[in-house]
T-cell receptor
Framework: GQNIDQPTEMTATEGAIVQINCTYQ??????LFWYQQHAGEAPTFLSY??LDGLEEKGRFSSFLSRSKGYSYLLLKELQMKDSASYLC??????????WGAGTKLIIKP | DAMVIQNPRYQVTQFGKPVTLSCSQT?????MYWYQQKSSQAPKLLFH???????NEADTPDNFQSRRPNTSFCFLDIRSPGLGDAAMYLC?????????????FGPGTRLTVL
């Protein structure tokens, strides 16, 4: 079966750095997405990785290791507005998008 | 601004009473998706359209139907809502349907079934 694992919930402090991990077991791989979803709202696109390495975009960075079936989303200089769920999604060999259940990030002052 | 619009944002219906949710897009994307998302769960793809070609997920109940009369609009019909159908329904679009294209989501419709 296809599976994406993320921690259910994480807590971090305003101004700090947090790393949200995602591991996947899918039939093939054609890219990995990270989406942010605030409570009661729709997911919004954060990043897309298809090659190994780190992609930096402002305060957010996303890393991919295809050989390990592993990605992480790194959030720096945390702000209260970063409190949200972060969804990892992988495109498999059939170009189907497989979603994780998301990691709820709680930011404390 | 180009966007994905869903109406209504909140929908209350009674057990067994048909309901229709709507989605429109100004992005001129070829693909439109309907997802069901329950609290703290991953979005579950119900079906998608590539242009007029309809693609139903194998485990989508027959109770759920969809229509796409033109490029801009797509509808989700729930013929006989049950209590288990209470969820957030998300419409999304992408330029192409290869799964490597970014999907752009509407704000969602939260469905309550009484």
């Amino acid at each position: 079966g296809q599976n994406i694992d993320q921690p259910t919930e994480m807590t971090a402090t305003e101004g700090a750095i947090v790393q949200i991990n995602c591991t996947y077991q899918t039939s093939g791989f054609n890219g990995l997405f990270w989406y942010q979803q605030h409570a009661g709202e729709a997911p919004t696109f954060l990043s897309y990785n298809v090659l190994d390495g780190l992609e930096e975009k402002g305060r957010f960075s996303s890393f991919l290791s295809r050989s390990k079936g592993y990605s992480y989303l790194l959030l720096k200089e945390l702000q209260m507005k970063d409190s949200a769920s972060y969804l990892c999604a992988v495109t498999d060999s059939n170009y189907q998008l497989i979603w994780g259940a998301g990691t709820k990030l709680i930011i404390k002052p | 601004d180009a966007m994905v619009i869903q109406n209504p944002r909140y929908q209350v219906t009674q057990f067994g009473k048909p309901v229709t949710l709507s989605c429109s897009q100004t992005l001129n994307h070829n693909v439109m998706y309907w997802y069901q998302q329950k609290s703290s769960q991953a979005p579950k793809l119900l079906f998608h359209y590539y242009d007029k070609d309809f693609n139903n997920e194998a485990d989508t109940p027959d109770n759920f139907q969809s229509r796409r009369p033109n490029t801009s609009f797509c509808f989700l019909d729930i013929r006989s809502p049950g209590l288990g159908d209470a969820a957030m329904y998300l419409c999304a679009t992408s330029r192409a349907g290869q799964g490597t294209d970014t999907q752009y989501f509407g704000p969602g419709t939260r469905l309550t079934v009484l």
